[in-house]
């Protein structure tokens, strides 16, 4: 079982930054993929960015260039640093990590962008 515990949202003013965290634990061998979705209302959850536990990393066209994910697999812990956020950006951000054939999900922290 794996626990997944996200940080770091909030409300912002367009143009502005903020850094998700997302810390993992439990009982598992290791984490293969972890990543951020977000869900705005009204819409579908979708891919923000994703990162394997050797450092590929997979970006949504919206938010290429602004956002970076990290990750640090001594601590398990997964980070979204969110520059230039627009408006649209904002919705339930969601952590996501994959073990073995299972995929975890957190509780989901809003992040809200006001113009």
């Known amino acids: 079982q794996v626990q997944l515990v996200e940080s770091g949202g909030g409300l912002v003013q367009a143009g502005g930054s903020l850094r998700l965290s997302c810390a993992a634990s439990?009982?598992?061998?290791?984490?293969?993929?972890m990543g951020w979705y977000r869900q705005a209302p009204g819409k579908q959850r979708e891919l923000v960015a994703a990162i394997t536990g050797g450092g590929s990393t997979n970006y949504a066209d919206s938010v290429k260039g602004r956002f970076t994910i990290s990750r640090d697999n001594a601590k398990n812990t997964v980070y979204l640093q969110m520059n230039s956020l627009k408006p649209e950006d904002t919705g339930v951000y969601y952590c996501k990590a994959d073990v073995a054939v299972l995929r975890y999900w957190g509780q989901g922290t809003q992040v809200t962008v006001s113009s």
């Open positions: 439990g009982t598992f061998f290791s984490i293969s993929v």
